[in-house]
T-cell receptor, first 115, second 111 residues
Framework: NAGVTQTPKFQVLKTGQSMTLQCAQD?????MSWYRQDPGMGLRLIHY???????DQGEVPNGYNVSRSTTEDFPLRLLSAAPSQTSVYFC??????????????FGQGTRLTVV | LAKTTQPISMDSYEGQEVNITCSHN???????ITWYQQFPSQGPRFIIQ???TKVTNEVASLFIPADRKSSTLSLPRVSLSDTAVYYC????????????FGSGTRLSIRP
C-alpha cells in the first residue's frame, strides 16, 4: 500500500492563480482532511470529509474548496492564491469513526509558495 | 472540542526519560487521547493512543489519571532521533469528529 499520496511536492504560484492539490489514499479510509502548517507553527485544519459526498469546514476554510467524489481522493482547490496561503499542506486519512483505531496517516506534504 | 495545553518546548539529554504532560480539562466521555510526532519537513506520525489508565507500546507509554483531565507521554531513554515536535490531541470516535492540532511541544535532545 502507498498510504497517503500528495502531489505535487512543491509548487510556486503567482498571486491570483488557482490550482488543485491532489491527495489520494489506498487504505479505504472514510475520513480525510487537509491541514496547513506555517513555519514554526502547528497544523490547522482547513476542510475535512467523513465520506464520499460529505465535506465540512475546519478552522481556516476561507480561500479553499474541497470535494469528495470518491473514497480515495480528496483534492484541495485554491481559488485565487494569495501570499498568505504560502504554507506546507498536509493531507491525512483515518478509519471511520466508531472504529477503535483512530490513527491518522499523513502524506508527505505539499510545499506551496505564492509570490 | 476539547482544547489541549502542553509546554511549548522541552530539552533533555540522550538516555534520559522524557515526560510531556498535556492538559485537556474539557475532555468528553467519548474522547480518546492521541499523541503524534512530527519531524521537520514530514507529516505527523501516530505514536500512541489511550482512553484511561496506562497504555504502552514499543515507542512510548501514555499515562492517564482517573479524571482524564490530563495525560503524560513518556519516552524512555531518548536519543537524538527523538528530537521532534509532539502533539497531544483529543478526539472522539464519532463519525463527524474533527482532529484539531494544538501548538505541540518542541522536544530537543542533546548529546
Amino acid at each position: 500500500n502507498a498510504g497517503v499520496t500528495q502531489t505535487p511536492k512543491f509548487q510556486v504560484l503567482k498571486t491570483g492563480q488557482s490550482m488543485t492539490l491532489q491527495c489520494a489514499q489506498d487504505m479505504n479510509h472514510e475520513y480525510m482532511s487537509w491541514y496547513r502548517q506555517d513555519p514554526g507553527m502547528g497544523l490547522r485544519l482547513i476542510h475535512y470529509s467523513v465520506g464520499a459526498g460529505i465535506t465540512d469546514q475546519g478552522e481556516v476554510p476561507n480561500g479553499y474548496n474541497v470535494s469528495r467524489s470518491t473514497t480515495e481522493d480528496f483534492p484541495l482547490r485554491l481559488l485565487s492564491a494569495a501570499p498568505s496561503q504560502t504554507s506546507v499542506y498536509f493531507c491525512a486519512s483515518r478509519p471511520q469513526g466508531g472504529s477503535l483505531n483512530t490513527e491518522a496517516f499523513f502524506g508527505q506534504g505539499t510545499r506551496l509558495t505564492v509570490v | 472540542l476539547a482544547k489541549t495545553t502542553q509546554p511549548i518546548s522541552m530539552d533533555s539529554y540522550e538516555g534520559q526519560e522524557v515526560n510531556i504532560t498535556c492538559s485537556h480539562n474539557n475532555i468528553a466521555t467519548n474522547d480518546y487521547i492521541t499523541w503524534y510526532q512530527q519531524f521537520p519537513s514530514q507529516g505527523p506520525r501516530f505514536i500512541i493512543q489511550g482512553y484511561k489508565t496506562k497504555v504502552t507500546n514499543e515507542v512510548a507509554s501514555l499515562f492517564i489519571p482517573a479524571d482524564r483531565k490530563s495525560s503524560t507521554l513518556s519516552l524512555p531513554r531518548v536519543s537524538l532521533s527523538d528530537t521532534a515536535v509532539y502533539y497531544c490531541l483529543v478526539a472522539s470516535f464519532g463519525s463527524a469528529s474533527k482532529i484539531i492540532f494544538g501548538s505541540g511541544t518542541r522536544l530537543s535532545i542533546r548529546p
